[in-house]
């Protein structure tokens, strides 16, 4: 990174740890976790150990949403949402694994963004 550009504000960008890396969490999340269905995408997630103590997301597109192109805009859209929420530390110690339905293929950003979050903020801590 050069002087000239500003690295991003402390606790804004998503740390590696904060993703989910390996095939057997998401299966776990699929098979022993709650759900909750937007129009958009399918949230997963289930509890875990309390630590680490932040929640860990996943993103997941099957080729029904579209092409390649289309499939990594559309994680990349979620994970911008999720990594710009102001929620996010709130959450407790989850797995979260967000499936994308073919539908969010012709969705527009605040349309994707307006039903992320909305599914998302029942499991902050506060509520």
Not at 84 to 110: T, Y
Request: charged share 30%; aromatic share 6%; proline share 7%.
């Amino acid at each position: 990174m050069s002087s000239q550009q500003a690295s991003p504000p402390k606790g804004e960008s998503l740390r590696r740890e904060e993703g989910l890396r390996r095939r057997a969490d998401f299966l776990q999340c699929y098979r022993s976790g709650s759900r909750r269905h937007g129009s958009l995408v399918i949230l997963y997630f289930r509890k875990r150990p309390p630590e680490p103590p932040h929640a860990r997301i996943g993103i997941t597109a099957s080729r029904k949403v579209g092409g390649s192109v289309v499939r990594h805009r559309i994680k990349r859209r979620i994970r911008e949402i999720y990594r710009r929420w102001n929620l996010r530390s709130e959450l407790p110690a989850l797995d979260i694994v967000v499936h994308v339905l073919p539908a969010a293929r012709r969705a527009e950003f605040q349309a994707l963004k307006s039903e992320l979050l909305g599914l998302l903020t029942p499991l902050t801590r506060s509520r």
